[in-house]
């Protein structure tokens, strides 16, 4: 399974498009506090559906609680500046997928952290500076799922 870590999430119907993903998928939700919502805000339940039982979402109170629960791992940070396609990647189960908050995208103390095995990026038009959060993990965690020929649990 994948994992995707969504550091400060800020927009709720995001995260409740997450939710969603990963209950579809298999996949694990981390978030890292402080977040941009509460999980009662009518805005995530309204995207999360009735998917919020079906889904494994953990809330970390900091990266580093983040790192503990989820290293050794591969960490694949996404970020617009990064030099590599996150196609060049060969994903594994495991794979910790790291996303920024939806205003400003992940710090570079995040991007570089020592924890971070690859910075990654999508495809956008030049000049463009950010895709959505939920459609970028979207993106992502299906190509990974992809790539094992969408088998559950892998």
Not at 39 to 62: I, S, T
Not at 66 to 94: C, H, M
Not at 108 to 136: I, W
């Amino acid at each position: 399974m994948f994992r995707m870590l969504f550091f400060h999430p800020e927009i709720p119907p995001n995260t409740g498009n997450a939710i969603r993903l990963a209950a579809n998928t298999g996949a694990e939700l981390h978030l890292v506090e402080p977040l941009g919502f509460a999980f009662e805000d009518k805005h995530v339940k309204r995207a999360g559906l009735d998917y919020h039982d079906l889904a494994h979402v953990r809330v970390h109170p900091d990266l580093d609680a983040a790192w503990e629960a989820l290293l050794p791992a591969n960490v694949y940070a996404f970020s617009a500046s990064a030099t590599r396609w996150y196609t060049d990647i060969a994903y594994q189960p495991g794979d910790v997928l790291l996303f920024g908050p939806e205003s400003v995208g992940l710090p570079p103390e995040v991007q570089h952290a020592p924890q971070v095995t690859d910075r990654l990026k999508l495809p956008m038009r030049p000049g463009s500076r950010s895709l959505n959060l939920a459609n970028t993990a979207s993106i992502v965690l299906y190509e990974a799922w992809r790539q094992h020929d969408f088998t559950f649990g892998g």
